[in-house]
């Protein structure tokens, strides 16, 4: 089992950056696949980003695609997503996830542990 805590959400302009980081607990972080997905008021939990848990394989939804940079540090046993370039419509709560599992996958109900989120608001 592995709890994960997100950190680095808050307010920013369009045009911005931040940086969000997802500590998890336990000593078996790097057999996990790890995503990030999103909820923003009144829509359904989306797929942002995830990567595979040895070889960093990285998958991107479209809409960050080039924006967004998810990486991995399995010695500190810490995701992170870089995000620039943010727009109004990256505002939501974002959620960090694990997958005891070498494929990755962008479905949420595939993923088997989430944190408790971190609020992401760009103002316009």
């Known amino acids: 089992q592995v709890q994960l805590v997100e950190s680095g959400g808050g307010l920013v302009q369009a045009g911005g950056s931040l940086r969000l980081s997802c500590a998890a607990s336990g000593r078996t972080f790097s057999s996990y696949a790890m995503g990030w997905f999103r909820q923003a008021p009144g829509k359904e939990r989306e797929f942002v980003a995830a990567?595979?848990?040895?070889?960093?394989?990285?998958y991107y939804a479209d809409s960050v695609k080039g924006r967004f940079t998810i990486s991995r540090d399995n010695a500190k046993s810490t995701v992170y997503l870089q995000m620039n370039s943010l727009k109004p419509e990256d505002t939501a709560v974002y959620y960090c996830?694990?997958?005891?599992?070498?494929?990755?996958?962008?479905?949420?109900?595939?993923?088997?542990?989430w944190g408790q989120g971190t609020q992401v608001t760009v103002s316009s």
């Open positions: 990567i595979s848990r040895s070889y960093g394989n990285t």
């Open positions: 996830a694990a997958r005891p599992s070498f494929l990755v996958v962008t479905t949420d109900h595939d993923y088997n542990y």
